[in-house]
């Protein structure tokens, strides 16, 4: 296959602002978009052994275990071999996942081209979860006590990660401060800049 992929990880802390970007440049770029939360979140809904598993994390903050997460990642990229490209969302949170993406798509002949950060200050971040919590059924968002634990989990294991990818020259970030248009444009020119 010689068509041009175009591969992004949509990156930033809980709440950013990465899901509803996500969905636009999905439709912008055909790209699918993979949200792990999402497909957590659907098979909490159907019940699937999967879906219990990683609800006992999940309702704690906590992050589903890296084994678990990457089997379920690969099955749903394995499903969409005609894919132009993809936007990963939530995806990869810890160094083993970046490192198994990495391979997942080297052996697909392909690669990350970029990693976009969504820069959002923390108390902004903490209006929008609580906000968010309040018109979502997503129990991890109206417990200020998960909020705060997946904040720390963020800054210990998920932020390292845009440094994993600044090595390589691939990492961007934009403020995640503004209107959705705005910040969407703001994307645009990043993947547009890109020599891909
Ligand atoms: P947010 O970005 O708002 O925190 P998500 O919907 O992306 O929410 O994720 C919700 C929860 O799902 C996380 O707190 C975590 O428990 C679990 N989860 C999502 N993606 C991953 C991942 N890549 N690795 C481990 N756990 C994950």
Do not use: W
């Not at 997460?69 to 894919?83: F, P, R, V, Y």
């Not at 798509?105 to 969504?118: F, K, P």
């Not at 129990?139 to 090595?167: G, L, M």
């Amino acid at each position: 296959m010689d068509t041009i992929m175009l591969n992004l990880i949509l990156f930033g802390p809980p709440g950013s602002g990465k899901g509803t970007q996500a969905e636009r440049l999905e439709e912008a770029y055909n790209l699918v978009h993979i949200s792990t939360g999402v497909l957590f979140r659907s098979e909490m809904d159907e019940g699937t052994e999967l879906g219990i598993r990683a609800n006992e994390y999940m309702s704690r903050g906590e992050l589903v275990p890296d084994e678990v997460t990457i089997g379920m990642l690969k099955n749903k990229m394995l499903s969409h071999a005609d894919a132009e490209g993809f936007i990963f969302d939530g995806f990869p949170r810890t160094a083993p996942q970046a490192e198994a993406l990495d391979q997942l798509l080297e052996d697909m002949g392909q690669q990350i081209d970029a990693l976009i950060m969504l820069d959002v200050p923390e108390d902004e971040i903490v209006k929008r979860i609580v906000l968010r919590g309040k018109d979502s059924n997503r129990p991890d968002d109206s417990d200020p006590e998960i909020v705060r634990k997946r904040f720390q989990v963020y800054q210990s294991k998920t932020a390292p990660i845009y440094d994993y990818y600044n090595e390589k020259g691939i990492a961007f970030k934009i403020n995640g401060i503004g209107s959705i248009d705005e910040i969407f444009q703001n994307l645009c020119d990043t993947i547009d800049s890109l020599h891909v």
